[in-house]
């Protein structure tokens, strides 16, 4: 139920769940500063879950900033929608001790990708600190030319509609960075990536799923921090919207994750294994003769490889690649899957 009230209201210490949503053309929305926020939450230390929908708003200039730091014990669920100033401040005035879920969307601003996740990296701990014992088992990271979601879940069954993103209100947790003046290339999504990585405990997540509306998306996948976090993934869907949209015959260069797999086999990226765990790869909307050959290569080579796992399935959807083709897969995997026309799908193995 949505109803004004105003922030300075006295609210019963024994409310446990807060949320807070400013809409564009309420007053509330120029008198609910820091302050405002600081004293409100001060005052509801039994709070469970927080929820802050661009409710947090910059001093004027005339105004001090408080450094009183305000302590939840109890919070369990905090999600916030603001932009990258708000959203810095409010982590940094908060004493959190776990999250068992965290979904944070910041607007850039004029902040660095690094600057933003070390600040927010105590909200990321708090996460960490809560799942230690139930850990992250699958993660979703999607790109976009001035936007990266990454969204994390505790179970394995988040990934079943083809297509479609996974429901993100399943996930327990979610950092989206984005804004006009973010431009997310190679360099500036590995950083985002190895920040958001290096505060979360992913040494658990065996599904991992990666979208991209650009091209190449993934080449995030070299980085060795990153590979050595991931090393316990069997599952891996990559999906470039990007290709989709171009003509067969322009694309020349295998996948990322593709070349770095083939790679792999003579050439580990700073000595590291490149999934360890691989049981299946699933490739959606692929065109690239490329990809194809040099996925049957690294295939064929991993089998001799000591220290990994044999690759046991492979899954085609969209991807145009004749029955040759798939049959050449078939002679290297136990299980290839793949949707010969709409509507259709031919399982060979």
Not at 127 to 133: I, P
Not at 134 to 153: C, E, F, K, M, Y
Not at 225 to 248: G, N, Q, T, Y
Not at 272 to 297: C, G, K, N, Q, W
Request: negative net charge; charged residues 25%; aromatic residues 8%.
């Amino acid at each position: 139920m949505n109803v004004p009230l105003p922030l300075d209201l006295l609210f019963p210490s024994s409310v446990v769940d807060l949320r807070l949503r400013a809409a564009s053309d309420s007053d509330i929305i120029f008198r609910c500063t820091r302050g405002h926020i600081l004293a409100l939450l001060d005052r509801l230390p039994r709070l469970q879950v927080l929820e802050l929908d661009n409710t947090i708003h910059h001093l004027s200039l005339e105004s001090t900033e408080s450094d009183h730091l305000v302590s939840l014990p109890l919070l369990q669920s905090l999600r916030v929608i603001a932009g990258a100033s708000d959203s810095m401040w409010l982590v940094q005035h908060l004493s959190l001790r776990s999250l068992a879920d965290l979904h944070i969307t910041v607007a850039q601003e004029s902040f660095s990708p690094k600057a933003i996740c070390t600040a927010i990296r105590p909200a990321f701990a708090a996460f960490t600190q809560a799942h230690h014992l139930d850990p992250l088992q699958a993660l979703h990271v999607r790109t976009s030319s001035n936007r990266l979601d990454i969204a994390g879940w505790n179970t394995l069954d988040c990934f079943e509609n083809r297509y479609v993103p996974p429901n993100k209100e399943t996930s327990v947790f979610e950092f989206v960075l984005t804004g006009p003046l973010l431009h997310v290339d190679m360099d500036v999504q590995a950083v985002i990536l190895e920040e958001t990585f290096g505060s979360l405990d992913i040494r658990g997540v065996k599904k991992l799923r990666h979208w991209s509306e650009k091209e190449y998306g993934e080449t995030w996948l070299d980085r060795s921090s990153i590979l050595e976090s991931l090393s316990a993934v069997e599952d891996v869907c990559i999906c470039d919207d990007s290709l989709a949209r171009m003509a067969p015959t322009s694309v020349r260069r295998p996948l990322p994750f593709v070349d770095y797999l083939s790679r792999s086999v003579t050439r580990l990226p700073y000595d590291t294994t490149f999934f360890p765990s691989l049981r299946r790869i699933h490739l959606v909307e692929v065109y690239s003769e490329e990809s194809f050959d040099a996925l049957l290569f690294a295939l064929k080579q991993r089998k001799h490889q000591r220290g990994v796992r044999t690759v046991e399935e492979v899954e085609f959807e969209g991807c145009q690649l004749g029955l040759s083709v798939i049959e050449q897969f078939n002679e290297v995997v136990e299980k290839v899957i793949h949707d010969m026309y709409f509507g259709a799908e031919v399982e060979l193995g």
